[in-house]
């Protein structure tokens, strides 16, 4: 199964960036499409960008033309560019296999964006 390890999140005033690495493990990652997703407190957890094997990319509306999402299947790493950040990206930041599954959550990621 695949396991995931998320990194690269901290503190970034409103407008900043940060990239985002998740390093995944397990056999057949390179055969299944993989999603960051995002939660906040009190909100249920939503799919921010999906990555297919080939590379084809799907984005939420909130945050199309700000993030982009990539792989490399060679390192078995998933990123995410998150570009002119706004409060409202504040989350905990969570890459799985998408559809997500159950058993594929890591511990996740803090992006806090606040001036």
């Known amino acids: 199964q695949v396991q995931v390890v998320e990194s690269g999140g901290g503190l970034v005033q409103p407008g900043g960036s940060l990239r985002l690495s998740c390093e995944a493990s397990?056999?057949?990652?390179?055969?299944?499409?993989m999603g960051w997703y995002r939660q906040a407190p009190g909100k249920q957890r939503d799919l921010v960008a999906n990555?297919?094997?080939?590379?084809?990319?799907n984005y939420a509306d909130s945050v199309k033309g700000r993030f982009i999402i990539s792989r490399d299947n060679v390192k078995k790493t998933v990123y995410l560019q998150m570009n002119s950040l706004k409060p409202e990206d504040t989350a905990v930041y969570y890459c799985?296999?998408?559809?997500?599954?159950?058993?594929?959550w890591g511990q996740g990621t803090q992006v806090t964006v606040s001036s």
């Open positions: 799985n296999l998408y559809p997500s599954n159950v058993n594929s």
């Open positions: 397990g056999s057949f990652f390179r055969l299944v499409a």
């Open positions: 990555i297919n094997p080939g590379g084809s990319t």
